[in-house]
């Protein structure tokens, strides 16, 4: 899987200078925010992703990546709408690929 980055607006609050980016590849989900004197960048692993939550309003989105391993959770605002939804198809279908995916449940008949 190649590596995949998504740049949040620079119309949401906190945004304008230094837009928030999310990058995702095949072994890790990485935000990267930028300020006047330092640069903060966090990642959790694929692994370790245990949830992804993305609340829309009329255009732009706010993600919220929970993590299985007891950090924070990773936290963006700005979004568009179909990145959101793309960066948790793409967190998904990394974790299909581990094998990480919940097992169905066979019935018996």
């Known amino acids: 899987m190649a590596s995949e980055t998504f740049k949040a607006s620079r119309w949401t609050r906190g945004n304008f200078l230094f837009p928030t980016v999310i990058e995702i590849t095949d072994t890790a989900v990485v935000r990267r925010k ?4 330092r640069n903060d960048e966090m990642s959790i692993s694929i692994s370790k992703v245990a949830s992804v939550h993305i609340r829309t309003g009329l255009i732009w989105s706010d993600i919220l990546i929970e993590s299985s391993g007891g ?3 990773l936290k963006s605002h700005g979004h568009k709408k179909p990145d959101a939804i793309r960066i948790r198809d793409l967190i998904q279908a990394a974790q299909k690929t581990l094998g990480l995916e919940p097992q169905e449940k066979i019935k018996v008949i």
């Open 34 to 37: 930028r300020s006047w004197f």
């Open 71 to 73: 950090t924070d959770p």
